[in-house]
């Protein structure tokens, strides 16, 4: 059998990452995959180089980590993944890393992952949703601005790494991140949720609870940082900043969860030297990229190949 991993060419220990799932009841999503794509991405992938994240851990800490040795990563705390992919690892025995960002377990919303969830839970297809878009841009006097700039806009060339999205899934993202300012961006999606479904209820199966995570602890799997509030641009905040947003992850876990983080992800990969100045402050030991493009990897900045990709490549196996 041809396994996809481990991948030569990456001289270092690496992880998976994942984050959407779809099933039961949650809608199929750009990136997600479903318990039956789980199964099979785990059976090509070779099962002596695929550790358990507690055994990846110790031998971490007893400088016995290969270089095409592989774990499992889990970022967002996303109740999906609890419910889908939970019940494969507790039937394969395996243990994961997963990485917390902690505000939304004070009764804080995350509109990044509310507005996606959103976006897959309400319309049929990313096609409808971004039909409505446009109409609601234009309702609020925004779609001519979102014309011109999509009309230089090269989808090929925007977000090169995420083969699996659309066109029409590039062009959203695009006018998003680069076109819209924030309030008009928060301006139009809350105006689309109040027409189209209901905030708490969307809410209400989003993410996992702290008995969710808990339990998690009770099974061996390793909780680790995931930022606060989840900046999706951590790298542009101060250094005094980044430590508020890690320290105070690192306190909810500590005071909910009552575990002493030594792990963590980047969260949208976005970190620079003052992130990694303030980790080593937190003791914290184990970092992970979102991606597998760097030459050298240090302790805090573990390669990670992205689930979707995968999936991908076993379509050409």
Request: charge should be neutral; glycine fraction near 2%; aromatic fraction near 12%.
């Amino acid at each position: 059998m041809a396994f996809i991993l481990p991948e030569k060419g990456i001289s270092n220990p690496s992880g998976i990452m994942f984050h959407h799932f779809h099933g039961l009841t949650y809608n199929k999503s750009p990136g997600s995959i479903s318990s039956n794509d789980l199964e099979k991405l785990l059976d090509n992938i070779e099962a002596d180089k695929l550790l358990s994240a507690d055994k990846w851990v110790d031998k971490f800490f007893n400088k016995e980590l290969n270089e095409d040795f592989l774990c499992l990563t889990f970022d967002d705390n996303l109740k999906c993944q609890y419910e889908i992919a939970l019940p494969v690892l507790r039937k394969r025995k395996i243990k994961a890393f997963w990485f917390i960002h902690t505000a939304i377990l004070e009764g804080h919303t995350d509109y990044m992952e509310l507005y996606r969830y959103f976006r897959s839970e309400t319309f049929k297809s990313h096609d409808d949703f971004f039909n409505s878009f446009l109409d609601v841009l234009n309702k609020f006097d925004l779609l001519k601005k979102c014309e011109n700039a999509l009309s230089y806009f090269i989808a090929e060339n925007f977000l090169i790494s995420s083969t699996y999205l659309s066109k029409n899934e590039k062009k959203f993202k695009f006018l998003r991140d680069e076109v819209l300012l924030k309030e008009e961006y928060t301006l139009v999606m809350n105006y689309m949720i109040n027409k189209f479904s209901n905030k708490n209820i969307l809410e209400k199966n989003l993410y996992m609870s702290i008995d969710n995570i808990c339990e998690l602890i009770a099974e061996g799997h390793i909780i680790g940082l995931h930022s606060h509030t989840h900046p999706t641009a951590l790298k542009n905040l101060n250094k005094n900043e980044q430590k508020k947003e890690f320290q105070k992850n690192y306190e909810v876990l500590f005071n909910h969860a009552k575990i002493k983080p030594i792990s963590m992800s980047h969260p949208c990969n976005s970190y620079n030297e003052d992130t990694l100045d303030v980790l080593k402050e937190l003791d914290i030991k184990i970092g992970f990229r979102a991606d597998t493009v760097k030459n050298e990897y240090s302790n805090l900045e573990f390669p990670r190949y992205n689930h979707t990709n995968l999936m991908q490549k076993l379509q050409n196996v």
